[in-house]
C-alpha cells in the first residue's frame, strides 16, 4: 500500500509518502522562526503559514518518493488534537486531495502517531509495550496492547514536559523551540550545580510546573548577580534542569515497567530526542532489563511519516473515515 500522510497539528507543515512500512519521503516544513520571535507558537500565524505551505510540502513529499499522485492508494491525516486552525488546514487538504482522487481518507489521532512511530525502526516493539509519549503538548504513560488498545496510566496535570523545557529555555534566553537549546548547552553544564524539585503525583501522574516555578524563583533571588550567574553558569542550569525532567520521567518508567511487569518500554515524542533522557532510559533499561524502543530522530519530532503508519494500520484493520471526517482538537487516545 502506497500511503500519503498529512500532518498539520500544531506549527510544522509536514506530509511523507510510505510503501508498506518503507517510508519513501518525509517532508518537514517547520515555521519555528516565524514563531520564535513570539516566543511560543501564535496559531493565527501557524494556521496562515500552513495555508501557504500545504500544497509544496505535500508536492516535495512525492517527488521525494519519486511517485504521483496516481501512484497512491490512500490519504491519512491527523484530525485531533491540535490547534484547530492548524488541524483545519490539513484535514481541508486531504479531504479535497482525497476525494479529487478517489482515495480511501483515515483520520489518525496524533498520539497515536507518536505511539506507533517506534514501528517505524527495526525491530518494532512488541504488543504489550509501556510506552512514554513526552511531546511539547503531552506528557502521558501508556500501555499500549495489540488491536489499537491503549490505556492511560498517567498524565500531567499541568504543564507537559517539552512544554516546561520551552518556558525554562524562554526565562534563560534561549529562544524558541527550547529542548533542543537546553539539550546541547546541558551538554557543558553540571546536573548537580543546583537541586530542582522532583515532583512525582499518586500513580503515575506527573507536574512539572512547579519545576519550571523553581527555576523562576531561583534567577529572581539572583538579583542582581542574575545576569552575572547567567554568563557563568546558564549551562549548570540547563544541566540542572534537565536532570530533573530526566530523573522524574525515568523514575516514573521504571516503576511502571517493574510494576506493570513490562518487558518493553518505548519513549516517543518531541522530548525523546533529548540527549540525556536517551542515555538514561537505555542506562535503566540495562540495569532493570527491559528492552527499550526510541523513535530515529526523525520521527521524535511532530512529522507526518508516523501519521501514515499509523494511518495504514487502522486502514488494515478496515477503518476508513466518512466524508464527515471533522477535526477533534482535544481528542484523547
Ligand atoms: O512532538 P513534538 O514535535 O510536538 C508536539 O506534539 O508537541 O514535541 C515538541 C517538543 C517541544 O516542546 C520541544 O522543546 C521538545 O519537544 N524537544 C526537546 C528536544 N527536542 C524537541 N526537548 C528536550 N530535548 C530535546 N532534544
Ligand atoms: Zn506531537
Given amino acids: 500500500m502506497t500511503i500519503l500522510g498529512i500532518e498539520t497539528s500544531c506549527d510544522d507543515t509536514a506530509a511523507a509518502v510510505l510503501v508498506d512500512a518503507d517510508v519513501r519521503s518525509n517532508v518537514i516544513s517547520s515555521q519555528h522562526d516565524i514563531h520564535a520571535e513570539f516566543g511560543g507558537v501564535v496559531p493565527e500565524l501557524a494556521s496562515r503559514n500552513h495555508q501557504r505551505l500545504i500544497v509544496p510540502v505535500v508536492q516535495q513529499a512525492l517527488r521525494d518518493a519519486d511517485c504521483t ?31 479529487g482522487r478517489n482515495l480511501p481518507l483515515v483520520g489518525v489521532n496524533h498520539l497515536e502517531g507518536h ?22 503538548g503531552h506528557t502521558e504513560l501508556v500501555r499500549v496492547g495489540p488491536n489499537f488498545e491503549h490505556s492511560v496510566l498517567g498524565a500531567t ?17 534561549l529562544g524558541y523551540p527550547g529542548g533542543p537549546a537546553i539539550d546541547r548547552l546541558a551538554k557543558m553544564g553540571d546536573p548537580a550545580f543546583h537541586d530542582f524539585p522532583r515532583s512525582r503525583l499518586d500513580e503515575y501522574d506527573f507536574s512539572f510546573s512547579g519545576l519550571k516555578t523553581s527555576v523562576l524563583y531561583y534567577l529572581r533571588d539572583l538579583g542582581e548577580e542574575k545576569e552575572d550567574v547567567l554568563k557563568d553558569h546558564r549551562a549548570d542550569i540547563c544541566a540542572s534542569f534537565q536532570q530533573a525532567v530526566v530523573d522524574v520521567l525515568v523514575g516514573a518508567v521504571r516503576d511502571a515497567a517493574r510494576e506493570t511487569g513490562a518487558e518493553h518500554v518505548a519513549i516517543v515524542g518531541g522530548v525523546s530526542a533529548n540527549s540525556a533522557l536517551r542515555a538514561a532510559i537505555e542506562e535503566a533499561a540495562d540495569e532493570d532489563g527491559f528492552e527499550v524502543y526510541m523513535p530515529e530522530m526523525a520521527y521524535c519530532m511532530d512529522n507526518a511519516a508516523m501519521i501514515a503508519r499509523a494511518g495504514a494500520m487502522h486502514l488494515q484493520a478496515g477503518h476508513a473515515a466518512g466524508a464527515t471526517l471533522d477535526i477533534q482538537p482535544r481528542l484523547r487516545l
Avoid: H, N
Fill in 157 to 173: 496535570r499541568d504543564d507537559a514536559a517539552g512544554e516546561a523545557f520551552d518556558k525554562v529555555a524562554q526565562l534563560l534566553d
Fill in 115 to 136: 505511539l506507533y512511530s517506534v514501528d517505524l525502526s527495526s525491530p518494532a516493539p512488541p504488543r504489550p509495550y509501556l510506552c512514554l509519549v513526552v511531546s511539547g
Fill in 69 to 99: 499522485a496516481d501512484d497512491l492508494d490512500a490519504v491519512a491525516v491527523t484530525y485531533g488534537p491540535g490547534l484547530p486552525g492548524s488541524l483545519m488546514v490539513g484535514l481541508t487538504f486531504a479531504k479535497a486531495f482525497a476525494r
